[in-house]
């Protein structure tokens, strides 16, 4: 039996959980492909999944990690489209804290042009999550006015770069000047610091959101329903605040809203494998062409997982974490 190293969750809890261990490598089924890890994303759902709060889908390692960049090792009998030595970035179904990791074929993507194995790491997650609910389930369009929370975030920074790039007005909640600062830097219109300004208001006072993306859940959802323009739609994609909150729906009638939302990880093979094309027809030539890229935060060792999780639950990052696996740099 071949062996890797791994950072497992030895219990429910904090950061401390973490801890490495030595697991079995790996075997790809019909298709799937194996990666040699270079660099795994660090992301909310890996925080949730290690609380005991997100469990992996049937199948799935019990390992974290939801996104990683690598080269392919071994390909399963029916991949066609991927030979051993390709470099690549991937969607994961878990398992991305370690140093060789299964996911569909499918599921990859080439490293564009001009990226590190480092910045590419950071895209599957955060772009596969903002493409399918912003753009197919929120159906953002130019010049129509999205509202951002948690801009300064690794979720906030792609949906910030690609909203403006197609044409949308961009506006972002961040929790404090510096990080409204980033998020203006990157193309927002306006970056509203919640803990000085209401939302509500600031969005209302241009005729309100088109589209809404939120992670926060709880107390925002009322607020989001009256930020909204008529006929504007509310995506809910986390809960950071909890999934219960009073509401009036029948704004929902008589303004024509749509609530909506999504979490990636469930879905199907088949339906990430349709984002993933999209994403490769339509975003990655931006990504190759230097008009967007990920925001980096910070890198830890993946023996540093403990401290990689620390930094992301205190929200004192601006984009993304990542952890060093087998780095090429």
């Known amino acids: 039996m071949i062996t890797m190293n791994a950072i497992e969750i030895t219990a429910p809890g904090g950061p401390e959980v973490l801890q490495s261990c030595t697991r079995p490598r790996p075997v790809p089924n019909a298709d799937q492909v194996i990666i040699q890890v270079a660099y795994a994303g660090v992301n909310r759902p890996d925080a949730l999944q290690r609380a005991g709060l997100y469990n992996p889908p ?4 019990d390992l974290p990690g ?48 001009g990226l590190s194995m480092k910045q590419a790491a950071c895209l599957p997650e955060t772009f596969f999550t903002v493409w399918s609910n912003v753009f197919m389930r929120g159906r953002l369009q130019a010049g129509e006015r999205i509202l951002i929370h948690g801009g300064s975030s690794g979720i906030g920074t792609t949906a910030i770069q690609l909203a403006n790039a197609f044409g949308a007005r961009v506006f972002v909640t961040a929790g404090s000047d ?13 970056a509203i ?8 208001d600031a969005m209302r006072a241009v005729g309100g959101a088109n589209v809404i993306l939120d992670m926060v859940g709880g107390s925002y959802i009322p607020r989001n329903l009256k930020a909204l323009a008529d ?3 509310l995506v809910q994609i986390a809960f950071l605040q909890g999934p219960k909150t009073e509401v009036n729906f029948a704004q929902l009638m008589t303004r024509r809203l749509t609530f909506t939302g999504s979490t990636l990880r469930p879905q199907s093979d088949l339906a990430k494998a349709k984002i993933s094309q999209q994403l490769c027809d339509v975003v990655w030539p931006l990504l190759s ?26 929200s004192a990052h601006i ?11």
Not at 72 to 77: A, D, L, R
Not at 89 to 99: D, M, T
Not at 289 to 314: C, L, N, W, Y
Not at 319 to 329: N, Q, S, T, Y
Request: proline letters at 5%; hydrophobic letters at 40%.
């Open 58 to 61: 049937a199948g799935a390692s």
């Open 66 to 113: 939801l996104e990683a960049s690598g080269t392919v090792v071994e390909v399963g009998e029916n991949v066609a489209d991927l030979v051993v030595g390709d470099r690549v970035c991937a969607l994961l179904p878990g398992g991305g804290y370690a140093e060789y990791v299964a996911t569909p074929a499918a599921h990859c993507l080439p490293i564009p042009t």
């Open 178 to 190: 510096d990080k409204c600062q980033a998020c203006t830097g990157l193309g927002a219109e306006r």
């Open 193 to 200: 610091n919640y803990r000085d300004e209401d939302f509500v």
């Open 231 to 233: 006929d504007g739609r």
């Open 289 to 314: 062409q230097g008009k967007i890229a990920p925001v980096m935060d910070s890198t830890f060792k993946m023996t540093e997982a403990v401290s990689a999780h620390s930094r992301m639950e205190s």
């Open 319 to 329: 984009g993304k974490i990542v952890l060093a696996v087998h780095p090429d740099e």
